[in-house]
């Protein structure tokens, strides 16, 4: 069942979401093959498959899907050639936190994420016999996890529809289409869009506005005029041109 709703939903939002989606159809942004959803091998145990899906996530952070998928393949194989292993929180604790920084040097905040590496696996190894947690709560007090990291995790590892996972283009893009009140924080963005969002659409509306927010409405310069939403959009800069 879903939650009691306190805010309207916006006016026409479903004529909005379908827009969007016929403007993902060919499902060609980066998120749609490098995402954090992408990375995790599935032909791994339950336990690693989880644990890699955690580990991609918290790499992402402030860091584009290709630059956050070699570093992530790189931690890998380097787990696979030193530990004849799979990246999983075993391997991890036997490398040194300059080993891991120099395995994803390249991620944004690098060296922070290193320590988070390390000791979120730490503790994966002693309380959760190197699985990670299957609550909100417990996954946010991992070193290095946020709420969007969680809401996500908990989908793509546990398959439980929780709560949305706001990053920085669903932040923008929310805010842009008035989705919601002019929030400061991709948190009070997540629990306004959750008030009147059916649940059914948590999940798949993380990719629908990363991958729109990478290719047409983009940080700066969005592109208005390949837009469907032009003209119906709040924050449209489109112009019709005089004929």
Not at 28 to 41: F, K, Q, T, Y
Not at 150 to 160: D, L, N, P
Not at 185 to 194: A, S
Request: aromatic share 6%.
């Amino acid at each position: 069942m879903s939650p009691k709703k306190t805010i309207l939903p916006p006016k026409d939002w479903k004529v909005t979401l379908t827009l969007l989606e016929k403007m993902r159809e060919s499902r060609n942004a980066p998120v749609d093959s490098l995402g954090c959803e992408r990375l995790a091998d599935k032909s791994l145990s339950p336990k690693i498959f989880r644990f890699q899906t955690l580990v991609s996530l918290m790499l992402s952070s402030q860091t584009k899907d290709a630059i956050t998928a070699e570093a992530f393949h790189k931690l890998n194989e380097h787990c696979l050639m030193e530990y004849k292993t799979p990246l999983k929180p075993s391997s991890v604790i036997k490398m040194s936190e300059e080993e891991i920084d120099n395995c994803i040097s390249k991620v944004g905040f690098h060296k922070r994420k290193a320590k988070y590496l390390k000791d979120t696996s730490e503790l994966l190894c002693q309380k959760y016999d190197e699985d990670i947690p299957d609550t909100i709560g417990e996954l946010t007090s991992l070193p290095g996890v946020g709420p969007k990291m969680a809401y996500i995790t908990m989908q793509v590892a546990w398959k439980q529809n929780l709560g949305i996972g706001v990053d920085v283009h669903v932040h923008r893009i929310s805010n842009r289409l008035k989705w919601v009140s002019g929030t400061k924080t991709p948190e009070d963005t997540r629990k306004e869009l959750q008030d009147w969002l059916p649940m059914e659409y948590w999940r798949d509306i993380n990719p629908l506005l990363v991958g729109f927010g990478q290719q047409i409405c983009l940080p700066r310069n969005p592109l208005c005029g390949q837009c469907l939403l032009r003209d119906s959009c709040p924050s449209s800069s489109y112009k019709h041109k005089k004929v």
